[in-house]
């Protein structure tokens, strides 16, 4: 037909234009209200989104004006190297050379947010296109894999929902290598260029943090073992290199790179641990956060089909954020028609298959019936730096994944089937048949897109504090101490006063005797061990103090103390100088 044909000379001349273009207006509807108020509300709660967004806006700073000084942070004050005492999204630090005060770490978290979700789509759109994947086989994909429900659980975690590297990076590989699962290896279609660009994205996404990125460079590990075997078989078997020595420059400067992004930030964390041993992880954290084999069929509360209906199911989690796995009820049912039905070669489905197997075993942790070793805890003990990673869970990115690019070659084999069926299928006129059958292909992009609507919470950040602004530093925010620590580090990004306030999934010793010693402030003790700990102001929140140890500070006297206190707009000041 005139309209289809037209409709196809477009998408063909202008495809990834419109894949981009789609995928960022997909983005902003997928992750609505997020750019409703994107200065004063943040994704998911006030506590993760704001610890990211002081982050960011502290690396942007720091490589603007004091480089050397990157990794020794504002917060956890006096402590060295803090910016590493968590998963950290260095990566987008450029970002946060871009505006300053927290105003502008709001709004530049919130445009990541949605961009993040959008580079996954188009991610996983490019890699199972490279693939061999049908255009709408590649759309149901990205959809599926960028929008999977069991992302909503992590809607304030940045460094676990930036991902679209990944994807990226392996399509850019797998173009530069000339492979697909469709037609296999064709040395022809090698190009050096989008080999060294892949390796450049991945090196890129390991710098969104150790969280995903660890796993991710032990996968490309063993791709490269992999491919490396099956190239040296082939060189042995035909007597010449199966690609030409570009490419292995390509591969081998980019190879550097990547690594040398890797042990960057491995060298980075590995300090944090020399100086702070309590920051070193047991198995018995894993062996706390490890999923239930029924948390892989269990969506979190953020998900708009499917959150409520799995209410009582989530209640039976130990810890749904990161037991709640749901791929995807349709990605699970397209997967599974891949396996039998699908555009890509038999054996590269069976190996497909396999990978959803391992990667589910591994997702499952120590609660598999040998108790995950062999498995999970095989690696925490073996690979170096697996052991930090607790949540097991977290590997449910693979799965799905693995399963997109499954559903995608289901999709395919659809779609290429009803290319050939529309024209002699009698029974209906030709424009009839034409709508009706593109219309049933359309179902599967239908339903993930269904399963990927949320109702994630948009809570207001807390208001910047008035006394802040006026408060000599170093200064000390009361009440301290649990996830209040985060909106605290948020404020700071307004001159990124020094502060000992800050929270990781450890206290470090200066923290815990400053905390100690500020109790019973304002009193004779309190005030003689912070004015030693170098402290100069403290700002107490009045509204917070409520079931914390500071409850009925602003009642206590200072009579004689040499300090000085001030009511500013609902916020208390005492000068201790």
Known sequence: MPAAGALRRVW???????????GLALAVALTW????DPRHTVPGDIGDPAMFAWQIAWAGQALLHNPMHLWDSNTFYPEPHSLAFTDT?????????????????????NILYVLLHALAFVGAYALTRQLGAHPLGALVAGVAWAYAPWRLAHAGHLNVLSTGGIALALAMLARGHGWSLRRGHRPEKHRPGWALAG???AAWQITLGLAIGLAFAYVMIAICLIAAACYGWVWWRRGRPAFGRRLLIADLVG???????????????????????????????????????????????GSWLWGERHTTARADLFWPPEMALLPGVALIALATMGVFFSVFRLRHRVLLTLGVAVTAVLALGATLPWGGDPGYLTLSKHLPGWAALRTSGRMVLWLSLLMAVLAAGAVSAFAVRARAFAPWRPGLPARGKFVVIRLV????????????????????????????????????????GGTLEMPIMLWTTNGFPRVPN?????????????????????????????RAEGIKSVVVMP????????????????????ITRQDIDGSILYRLE
């Open 89 to 109: 999204v260095l990566g987008y630090a450029p970002l946060g050379m871009i505006g300053s005060g927290m105003d502008d770490a709001v709004l530049r978290y």
């Open 441 to 480: 292909l359309l179902v599967p992009l239908v339903l993930v897109i269904a399963e990927s609507v949320n109702k994630t919470e948009h809570p207001e950040v807390p208001r910047y504090p008035a006394a802040m602004a006026v408060a000599p530093e170093p200064t000390l925010v009361l009440p301290s």
């Open 255 to 301: 190879g550097a790179v990547f690594g040398g992004a890797t042990l960057y930030l491995g060298i980075a964390f590995s300090r944090v641990v020399e100086l702070h041993p309590q920051a070193d992880r047991s198995l018995a954290w894993t062996e706390m956060y490890s999923p239930p084999w029924r948390g892989l069929f269990v969506a979190p509360e």
């Open 12 to 22: 063909a001349r202008r495809e990834w234009i419109l894949v981009v273009l789609g």
């Open 502 to 530: 800050g929270i990781v999934t450890f206290e470090p010793e200066s923290q815990k005797r400053i905390r100690a010693s500020s109790a019973t402030f304002p009193d004779a003790a309190s005030v003689a061990a912070l």
């Open 33 to 36: 209200p997020t750019m409703r």
């Open 543 to 562: 509204g917070w103090l409520g079931d914390t140890p500071w409850q009925g500070l602003p009642d206590r006297p200072i009579d004689g103390l040499g």
């Open 199 to 201: 390796w450049l994205v």
